[in-house]
């Protein structure tokens, strides 16, 4: 089997070939012209564009000697294609035409005066425009705003872009496209590892092309924060954190001294170390500027990040949500983000919490609401008098959530709120004061002291904070909330109903069951039902002092009251960041977490994206030999199956202080109103409500315990890294030595034969169906994050490279070797394909090709039937239902089917990010009408898809009809999901990364 698989990954084609061709004259540009900053412009907005150059003035003595240069190199010369038309070119002319000198909104430039005198800055002043409109926007559109009038050049950034703006309240419904320049990007290190290999490997690619590698450098200030290494390997001991983070350097060794590597190799990269906090967390407490003064320049704070929770920013007034990396790695090298303009949903906040409802309640009942609502690709500002009854944090948890609510941010305008919480996370008086002034100074402060001005909104919520009651979500997606007054209820129901989001099909005779079982030489039992993780961590929650030190007050009374969390329960506290661990600390309260065994096991995200750890060999065996429905209870965003551990097929999520509660109860089948959680140290029964702390109890404790030298000195230290950072040894070069022997660390074969002519669009003919999938296919589903299972192709591959299983690592510390990764897509444990008619997979299984494919362990099968159909020629499609890629903003999603061969996936939606990333890696994405899908449409997914799409892309416009006819007659019409005039460059150029290069390279910057 493995010299098969061996086999079969050295028959792995590269990537399609064009020929080399050399660069013609521009029409209506002399020489001079091309030589000039705006025609460098030009031709890389011909190449850009994937235009033609008909004949026109002679190369250049610069541009032939460029030429000559590539000959001696035996690299390909360069030339645009030839397949514009001349209307394409004409419109061309007259943008050129259009180009002005500097920014042109230039005369807009204001100087922002100091208090006692001087000036702070000059920026660009909105209330210069004189435009009614500008009143009216929402806060969110007006950061969009000032980014497109700072970055107009007429070219990148026109008028009529900062027109469709303006006129937002009627551009908006149109889905009207628009360029946005982002400020700065943010990276943790799962995603952050492949981003910079990426770099690497483009560094590579523009040597190649007889260009200059140091091209390829970030243009914006990009912070990498590493955090998603970490796993909870050991718990419930003092010596936890040491122990864990020895762990996971003898794993991540070679990764880390990657990114080291990195933060030398690139300019403007800092790379934050491990052990240092969640990366949302130390954005929000340390790197978010709020606003940018560069060079005497002052703009709005926004950023783009390669993880999904990069909007728990917005709850500091940062505009800031994910994309996927490869498009990040755009921004970085001075791509504008192409995006449509989005509407935006007022979301009116009145009263204030009921004591015992707690921020997490809050943000669960929003995130149902919102779901429900509709706000896929949209904004959420809130706003109304109920804003200043919530924290900060309180606003940071709730916009953490963005992702679970469907929308691209839930933003928090800057008011007083932001500015204590400034002063209190260190920041100085000096630059918060140029904060305030200006954003106030450009109509982007709230003053809820002041009459407030009615700004339109696209549609409306409200909610009265006083309605929200305590909550958790699950078992497998968090916008299924369920009030903890009918948990119990819930449970049973989950119990009986048949297997789906909310059912698990356990018979009713079998819902009782008792196991019994021997921990460490004492008789134990598990139920349905019963708690065998319980973690507190996620910046979701461990970034709010109210909920952690909540949890504290849980524990200190379970303690005086004498109640003990069973030994064999997983309890874990892993804090976003230092400051945590210091107000714990401070508040005494630590020392009773840890007697109930949420000792403190590291810096980062652990269990919440499925770094939990191993369960007792004991537990583990429980569960597995007698099927039981165990269940994992965590502070977390995301609870999907088989993300949290393999193991936990119900998976809650709850504010800190219910996950200490529902640890001591040891099981989510109870209901806290009416059942005792245990027996106190005085032999009566014991109730939720005596260790419930009071909304009056936890202020008190904040008060005393949360101090602004906390941040100061917690952040004043983090770059200084830990001994074990500061020791790796790292090379000081500019091109990466790639390691032929690394299982980390692998040269993607992305612009293996790339040359400068673009590929152009490509259709499908005759493809095989990989996948039939239904709704809610997450990108945890496709590309796992999680451990590696031991008889997986990728710990084949590993084993063979002598690797042994302790060394395995999980998938998402090893996504800088596509390998790896290649071999890890579709292998989430829980992936129903329906092509297996109910099973996850057959024992031994026949692919349409006729072959036999030896499976034995679940969806294994996937990978090696893919890359049969690739070693025959043939292409791939998915099939899937609604909300394809929700979750995590993961370009292994979009980069391990592409590798695998996959041409396109037609599904009846998309989640934002992910149809993205797809289209970043020349997949094509395609909608089935409403009211269609694979089923009513009577696929079966035994035939064979052909897609027809026009060879030059001059004929494809965003969002046209795309027919699909399979070979045995039936024929459907999707909407191809390109949804900007940039997003078909990209998939005329293979991709958004060929085409950022083939920029770069008719650069003259």
């Known amino acids: 089997m493995r010299g098969a698989l061996r086999r079969c990954i050295k028959r792995l084609p590269p990537l399609p070939a064009s020929p080399g061709l050399v660069l013609s004259g521009l029409p209506g540009l002399s020489p001079r012209c091309r030589r000039s900053p705006a025609g460098e412009l030009a031709v890389q907005s011909v190449v850009a564009a994937g235009l033609s150059a008909s004949p026109g003035p002679a190369l250049s003595s610069t541009e032939t000697r460029a030429v000559r240069t590539r000959r001696s190199l035996s690299v390909p010369p360069f030339r645009v294609p030839a397949r514009a038309s001349a209307v394409v070119i004409e419109r061309f002319q007259r943008k050129i035409a259009?180009?002005?000198?500097?920014?042109?909104?230039?005369?807009?430039?204001?100087?922002?005066?100091?208090?006692?005198?001087?000036?702070?800055?000059?920026?660009?002043?909105?209330?210069?425009?004189?435009?009614?409109?500008?009143?009216?926007?929402?806060?969110?559109?007006?950061?969009?705003?000032?980014?497109?009038?700072?970055?107009?050049?007429?070219?990148?950034?026109?008028?009529?872009?900062?027109?469709?703006?303006?006129?937002?309240?009627?551009?908006?419904?149109?889905?009207?496209?628009?360029?946005?320049?982002?400020?700065?990007?943010?990276?943790?290190?799962?995603?952050?590892?492949?981003?910079?290999?990426?770099?690497?490997?483009?560094?590579?690619?523009?040597?190649?092309?007889?260009?200059?590698?140091?091209?390829?450098?970030?243009?914006?200030?990009?912070?990498?924060?590493?955090?998603?290494?970490?796993?909870?390997?050991?718990?419930?001991?003092?010596?936890?954190?040491?122990?864990?983070?020895?762990?996971?350097?003898?794993?991540?060794?070679?990764?880390?001294?990657?990114?080291?590597?990195?933060?030398?190799?690139?300019?403007?990269?800092?790379?934050?170390?491990?052990?240092?906090?969640?990366?949302?967390?130390?954005?929000?407490?340390?790197?978010?500027?709020?606003?940018?003064?560069?060079d005497g320049l002052l703009y709005p704070d926004s950023v783009v990040g390669t993880d999904s929770h990069t909007t728990m920013i917005d709850g500091l007034g940062v505009a800031g949500w994910g994309v996927g990396g490869i498009e990040a790695e755009a921004v970085m090298l001075g791509q504008p983000m192409s995006m449509v303009l989005p509407g935006v949903v007022g979301f009116k906040l009145s009263g204030k919490l009921g004591d015992g409802v707690t921020a997490t309640d809050l943000v669960l009942t929003v995130t149902q609401l919102l779901r429900k609502h509709g706000v896929v690709g949209k904004f959420v500002e809130f706003y109304g008098e109920g804003m200043s009854e919530l924290s900060l944090a309180d606003r940071a948890t709730i916009a953490n959530m963005s992702p679970e609510y469907g929308a691209t941010m839930g933003f928090f305008p800057v008011d007083h709120v932001t500015l204590q919480y400034l002063r209190l996370t260190g920041r100085s008086d000096e630059t918060v004061a140029m904060i305030e002034a200006y954003l106030r100074a450009n109509k982007m402060f709230v003053d809820y002291s002041e009459p407030q001005n009615e700004r339109v909104y696209s549609s409306y919520l409200e909610l009265n904070l006083t309605e929200v009651e305590p909550c958790i979500s699950g078992p497998k997606r968090p916008h299924d909330r369920v009030p903890l007054k009918e948990m119990k209820t819930d449970w049973h129901?989950?119990?009986?109903?048949?297997?789906?989001?909310?059912?698990?099909?356990?018979?009713?005779?079998?819902?009782?069951?008792?196991?019994?079982?021997?921990?460490?030489?004492?008789?134990?039992?598990?139920?349905?039902?019963?708690?065998?993780?319980?973690?507190?961590?996620?910046?979701?929650?461990?970034?709010?002092?109210?909920?952690?030190?909540?949890?504290?007050?849980?524990?200190?009374?379970?303690?005086?009251?004498?109640?003990?969390?069973?030994?064999?329960?997983?309890?874990?506290?892993?804090?976003?960041?230092?400051?945590?661990?210091?107000?714990?600390?401070?508040?005494?309260?630590?020392?009773?977490?840890?007697?109930?065994?949420?000792?403190?096991?590291?810096?980062?995200?652990?269990?919440?994206?499925?770094?939990?750890?191993?369960?007792?060999?004991?537990?583990?065996?429980?569960?597995?030999?007698?099927?039981?429905?165990?269940?994992?209870?965590?502070?977390?965003?995301?609870?999907?199956?088989?993300?949290?551990?393999?193991?936990?097929?119900?998976?809650?999520?709850?504010?800190?202080?219910?996950?200490?509660?529902?640890?001591?109860?040891?099981?989510?089948?109870?209901?806290?109103?009416?059942?005792?959680?245990?027996?106190?140290?005085?032999?009566?029964?014991?109730?939720?409500?005596?260790?419930?702390?009071?909304?009056?109890?936890?202020?008190?404790?904040?008060?005393?315990?949360?101090?602004?030298?906390?941040?100061?000195?917690?952040?004043?230290?983090?770059?200084?890294?830990?001994?074990?950072?500061?020791?790796?040894?790292?090379?000081?070069?500019?091109?990466y030595s790639w390691d032929t022997q690394s299982?980390?660390?692998?040269?993607?074969?992305?612009?293996?034969?790339?040359?400068?002519?673009?590929?152009?669009?490509?259709?499908?003919?005759?493809?095989?169906?990989?996948?039939?999938?239904?709704?809610?296919?997450?990108?945890?589903?496709?590309?796992?994050?999680?451990?590696?299972?031991?008889?997986?192709?990728?710990?084949?591959?590993?084993?063979?490279?002598g690797v042994d299983q302790r060394g395995f690592n999980s998938y998402g510390s090893r996504r800088g070797n596509d390998e790896v990764m290649a071999r890890g897509t579709f292998a989430n444990i829980r992936l129903v394909n329906k092509l297996l008619k109910g099973r996850w997979a057959p024992r031994r299984s026949i692919s349409p090709l006729g072959r036999s494919c030896p499976c034995t362990m679940l969806p294994w099968y996937v990978f090696l039937f893919a890359l049969r159909y690739k070693e025959d020629g043939h292409d791939t499609i998915i099939l899937a239902g609604a909300e394809y890629g929700s979750g995590s903003s993961r370009d292994w999603a979009a980069k391990g089917p592409m590798l695998q061969g996959v041409k396109a996936v037609i599904a009846k939606s998309f989640e934002r990010i992910h149809r993205s990333n797809l289209v970043g890696m020349g997949i094509i994405p395609l909608c089935f009408k409403p009211g269609e899908d694979s089923e009513t449409l009577g696929l079966t997914g035994y035939e064979r898809f052909s897609i027809d799409l026009p060879s030059s892309v001059k004929d494809l416009r965003p969002g046209q009809d795309v027919a699909v006819v399979t070979d045995n007659g039936k024929s459907f019409t999707c909407t191809a999901r390109f949804d900007t005039e940039v997003e078909l460059a990209y998939f005329d150029h293979g991709g958004i990364l060929p085409f950022v290069i083939r920029n770069l390279i008719n650069s003259k910057q």
């Open 743 to 801: 299982t980390y660390i692998h040269e993607p074969p992305y612009f293996k034969g790339m040359t400068m002519d673009p590929p152009g669009p490509h259709g499908v003919r005759d493809a095989y169906c990989l996948l039939l999938l239904g709704d809610s296919i997450t990108t945890d589903h496709i590309s796992p994050a999680g451990s590696i299972h031991r008889d997986s192709p990728a710990a084949r591959y590993l084993l063979e490279r």
């Open 493 to 735: 129901s989950c119990l009986s109903n048949k297997v789906g989001f909310k059912g698990f099909a356990v018979p009713k005779e079998s819902q009782e069951k008792v196991v019994k079982f021997s921990f460490h030489g004492q008789p134990e039992e598990l139920k349905h039902g019963s708690v065998v993780i319980a973690a507190i961590t996620s910046c979701t929650n461990t970034s709010n002092p109210s909920v952690m030190l909540g949890a504290g007050l849980v524990a200190k009374k379970a303690c005086e009251l004498g109640l003990e969390i069973k030994p064999w329960i997983k309890t874990s506290l892993a804090p976003g960041s230092g400051v945590v661990t210091k107000y714990l600390l401070q508040s005494g309260l630590q020392k009773y977490l840890n007697q109930q065994g949420f000792n403190i096991v590291g810096y980062g995200c652990t269990t919440c994206i499925g770094n939990s750890g191993d369960l007792d060999e004991s537990v583990a065996a429980a569960i597995s030999d007698n099927d039981i429905v165990a269940a994992a209870v965590l502070s977390g965003n995301r609870n999907f199956e088989g993300r949290v551990h393999p193991l936990t097929r119900a998976n809650y999520l709850a504010s800190p202080p219910l996950v200490v509660a529902y640890a001591l109860a040891g099981t989510v089948d109870i209901d806290f109103e009416k059942e005792p959680i245990g027996r106190g140290k005085d032999g009566k029964d014991v109730y939720f409500k005596d260790i419930w702390p009071s909304n009056e109890e936890i202020a008190t404790v904040v008060q005393s315990s949360v101090l602004p030298e906390m941040f100061k000195s917690t952040y004043e230290a983090i770059t200084r890294g830990n001994p074990m950072w500061n020791q790796l040894s790292i090379p000081s070069s500019t091109l």
């Open 98 to 294: 259009a180009m002005d000198d500097g920014n042109a909104f230039k005369e807009i430039l204001t100087s922002l005066p100091k208090p006692g005198g001087g000036e702070f800055g000059k920026y660009y002043s909105l209330p210069a425009l004189n435009d009614p409109r500008i009143g009216k926007l929402p806060y969110s559109i007006r950061i969009l705003l000032e980014s497109a009038i700072r970055n107009c050049d007429n070219f990148q950034v026109t008028k009529n872009d900062v027109e469709k703006i303006l006129d937002w309240e009627n551009t908006s419904p149109k889905q009207v496209e628009i360029p946005f320049k982002p400020a700065r990007v943010l990276l943790q290190d799962f995603t952050g590892v492949p981003a910079v290999v990426d770099l690497a490997c483009m560094r590579d690619a523009m040597q190649n092309l007889g260009d200059d590698p140091k091209k390829i450098n970030p243009l914006v200030p990009v912070d990498l924060v590493i955090d998603h290494s970490v796993q909870v390997d050991l718990a419930r001991s003092e010596n936890a954190v040491q122990a864990n983070m020895e762990l996971e350097f003898y794993r991540n060794k070679e990764r880390f001294a990657f990114l080291k590597w990195g933060s030398t190799a690139f300019q403007n990269m800092l790379v934050v170390p491990p052990g240092s906090g969640i990366v949302h967390q130390v954005n929000l407490e340390y790197l978010g500027r709020v606003v940018f003064n560069t």
